[in-house]
């Protein structure tokens, strides 16, 4: 079945520090989203991408979604301790209407 | 207006036990959905729902799950003879339309199984 994954598994920065998670999926995707969740709580939206190449920028973070529209990254620049959490892709692939999370990537960042 | 919320917020059960896990979705949002979230995973899809009809439940584990949204509206997952591998958060997330659109969570129920 479809399967995405996420690199790195965690990643510790310094503040101010950049930072970019890397996802790919096994499969083609119709589209693609990005989730933050922080300790304790629960994925709140940030961006969809759909289509090939796109990139999008939400002040220090910029998502790209790939060519082959097969992988996505999300770089922030300058990380303030507020970036802190776990952030997930999560794609749609062209089968099927349920998305599929990636493992996620936890963001530490030390002060 | 107020966002997803579920309840209870906490279930412990004991191995064996029925659980019933209650979503109440953004109003007027007519997609529904339910994953299972395990330490340090990604949240894992279960069940869709669009409307009253479950548009995908390719998801859910085995037959011991179900979940229902008889109005389209609040939506039900039902475990039976719980096992100590159904210990997860449950997430419900909502949107407007279908899938390929923002999905509001609800803050979660998390189960215990003993």
Redesign the interface.
């Known amino acids: 079945g479809q399967q995405?994954m996420q690199i790195p598994q965690y990643q510790h920065v310094q503040e101010g520090e950049d930072f970019t998670t890397y996802c790919n999926s096994s499969t083609t995707l119709?589209?693609i989203?990005w989730y933050k969740q922080r300790p304790g709580?629960?994925?709140?939206?940030l961006i969809?991408l759909v289509k090939s190449g796109e990139v999008k920028k939400q002040k220090r973070l910029t998502f790209q979604f790939g060519e082959a529209k097969k992988n996505s990254s999300l770089h922030i620049t300058a990380t303030q301790t507020t970036d802190v959490g776990t952030y997930?892709c999560?794609g749609?692939g062209g089968a099927?209407?349920?998305?599929?999370?990636?493992?996620?990537t936890l963001l530490a960042v030390q002060p | 207006g107020a966002g997803v919320s579920q309840t209870p917020s906490n279930k412990v059960t004991e191995k064996g036990k029925y659980v019933e896990l209650r979503c109440d979705p953004i109003s007027g949002h007519t997609a529904l959905?339910w994953?299972r979230q395990s330490l340090?995973?990604?949240?894992?899809?279960l069940i869709?729902f669009q409307g009253t009809g479950a548009?995908?439940d390719?998801?859910l584990p085995n037959d011991r799950f179900f979940a229902v949204r008889p109005e389209g509206s609040v939506s039900t997952l039902k475990i039976q003879r719980t096992e100590r591998g159904d210990s997860a958060v449950y997430?419900c997330?909502s949107s407007p339309v279908?899938?390929?659109?923002?999905?509001?969570?609800?803050?979660?129920t998390r189960l215990t199984v003993l």
């Open positions: 995405v119709s589209n989203q709580g629960h994925p709140v939206f969809q997930f999560a749609k099927t209407n349920k998305l599929i999370f990636g493992t996620g | 959905y994953y340090g995973q990604g949240p894992e899809f869709y548009a995908d390719s998801g997430l997330a279908g899938t390929g659109n923002e999905q509001f969570f609800g803050p979660g």
